[in-house]
Structures are given as C-alpha cells and as structure tokens.
C-alpha cells in the first residue's frame, strides 16, 4: 500500500509562515489530483486544498489567499506554502489523492502548531 509522506511542519508564531512537503511514491502520482486535508484535536478531517493533473488549485475558504498548493510530478511531490498562519490553522497536516483511492492509504501527517 502507498502511504504519503509529510513533513515540514512545526511551531510557528501566528503571522509567520511554514511550507509543507509530501511525496508520494507511486506511478499514479502525476494522474491523480492531489489535496491537502488538516485535522485539529477533536475535530474531522478536512480539506485544505486541492491541485489537479493540470494544475487547476481549489481552496477551502478558511485559507484562501494564505495557502498556495504546487506540484512537483517529475519528484512525485505536492507542497502547501502557509502564509499568515492562524493558531486555527493549528492541526495535523496530510496528503492524498481526490478522491482517495483504495491502495493509498494515510501517512503520519505532519504537525503544524501556530502559537504565541
């Protein structure tokens, strides 16, 4: 089973900004649509953002035109450049496909912590 691999993630004061990384090692990749979802403590997960094959980008409302989502397909990558951050942008971080499909499963995330 494919898992994501996340990282970048850390504890930032509210304003900075952070830029997260997931690859994903599978020849799917470059056909899939990518998204980044975030789930907070006691709360579902939920989509941040999204890129498609031709690099058409869709935002939750909650970050848009603070967070920017780009591809890399040549190194299997997807990134999301946090601007502005928010100590509500505080979760764990995840990539995947959109939708998911059945052999790409969850990776560990990567924790993102906005506090002052």
């Known amino acids: 089973q494919v898992q994501p691999v996340e990282s970048g993630g850390g504890l930032v004061q509210p304003g900075r900004s952070l830029r997260l990384t997931c690859g994903v090692s599978s020849v799917l990749f470059r056909h899939r649509t990518i998204a980044w979802y975030r789930q907070a403590p006691e709360k579902q997960r939920e989509l941040v953002a999204s890129i498609t094959t031709r690099n058409s980008t869709d935002y939750a409302d909650s970050v848009k035109g603070r967070f920017t989502i780009s591809r890399d397909n040549a190194k299997n990558t997807v990134y999301l450049q946090m601007f502005s951050l928010k100590p509500e942008d505080t979760a764990v971080y995840y990539c995947?496909?959109?939708?998911?499909?059945?052999?790409w499963g969850w990776g560990q995330g990567t924790q993102v912590t906005v506090s002052s």
């Open positions: 995947n496909s959109l939708p998911q499909i059945s052999n």
